[in-house]
């Protein structure tokens, strides 16, 4: 080539040649490219926080029991489609989820025929159950005499036996005990065989266990009203008709007693376990009467 055509071409690659100052200032963009990271464990999402709770949402849910029971999915007060039953309203009363605090719904789980509040977001199911209530009657050491309680508490100014709901991790004889020592802070001690009544009241949701006691005539003399109660006595056989008894039951047991000990069975030793009494079993209707 010629000596101009030379020049040319010399000018034309040294425009190209980026000078090292211009390589500091402005470096290639495959040096600035980040290094490639090394893969991470994957992180458990906590339970019941925000992001599990999303998750949660997405999980298909059991469908209905329609081939159940033939019914939609109902709210408060309203009958499921397809005939089935009303919701109860012990079931109605369940508004949100104990778990998640979202609304519910009221069906039956698969496999199931009965109304329950499932979770509309979980799906978690509801289970309500009947509520426990233990007590006893506490004899005089003679016998001759039972302790009750004037109640300050609804029904207020009736006579009861000491007794109430069972707490959790707690036998029914140890509730029992418990019961009359908060209600009369009588010193008793109670039998696990010493059962002799049972009722059920499902319009109430109770089930009663109720035991025979004797109270020694020492803790007799100490016995004094607890915060639910006005006034502590002890009656005699002879005088239950001046006390206005606040439930049927404790007019069933304390008659179904005086039986007992009228038939000649040592109540004393059923007290102690040491002899067997025959339990009652009552179920209370809607209208006062039982079976």
Same mark, same amino acid.
């Given at each position: 080539c010629s000596p101009g055509t030379a020049f040319m071409l010399a000018a034309r690659c040294s425009s190209n040649l980026r000078p090292a100052s211009a390589f500091l200032l402005h470096p290639p963009r495959s040096l600035l490219a980040p290094a490639p990271l090394a893969p991470q464990p994957r992180r458990r999402t906590p339970l019941f926080s925000p992001a599990f709770l999303r998750r949660a949402r997405t999980i298909p849910q059991p469908p209905p029991a329609r081939e159940v029971l033939g019914m939609e999915a109902s709210r408060e007060g309203e009958t499921p489609a397809g005939g089935g039953a009303e919701v109860p309203k012990h079931v109605a009363a369940v508004k949100f989820c104990s778990k998640c605090g979202a609304g519910v719904e009221y069906r039956a789980p698969p496999e199931d025929v009965v109304l329950r509040p499932i979770c509309t977001s979980c799906g978690s199911v509801v289970y309500l159950n009947p509520k426990?209530?233990?007590?006893?009657?506490?004899?005089? #050491?003679?016998?001759?005499? +039972?302790?009750?309680?004037?109640?300050?508490?609804?029904?207020?100014?009736?006579?009861?036996?000491?007794?109430?709901?069972? #707490?959790?991790?707690?036998?029914?004889?140890?509730?029992? +005990?418990? #019961?009359?020592? #908060?209600?009369?802070?009588?010193?008793?001690?109670?039998?696990?065989?010493?059962?002799?009544?049972?009722?059920?009241?499902?319009?109430?949701?109770?089930?009663?266990?109720?035991?025979?006691?004797?109270?020694?005539?020492?803790?007799?003399?100490?016995v004094r009203p607890g915060e639910e109660t006005q006034e502590v006595r002890f009656f005699g056989w002879d005088e239950l008709d001046q006390a206005e008894i606040a439930f049927a039951t404790v007019e069933w047991v304390l008659e179904h007693l005086r039986a007992v000990m009228g038939s000649g069975v040592d109540v004393g030793a059923v007290a102690t376990g040491m002899a067997k009494s025959e339990v009652q079993v009552r179920t209370k209707k809607p209208d006062g009467t039982f079976v």
């Open positions: 426990v209530v233990t007590g006893a009657v506490c004899l005089s #050491e003679d016998h001759s005499r +039972v302790l009750l309680c004037r109640r300050a508490i609804p029904p207020v100014g009736k006579w009861t036996i000491p007794a109430g709901f069972l #707490e959790m991790d707690e036998t029914t004889s140890e509730g029992a +005990v418990r #019961e009359a020592m #908060e209600e009369a802070f009588a010193e008793i001690s109670v039998h696990p065989g010493a059962l002799i009544a049972v009722y059920n009241i499902p319009m109430a949701n109770v089930v009663q266990h109720v035991f025979a006691a004797v109270i020694p005539d020492e803790a007799a003399a100490r």
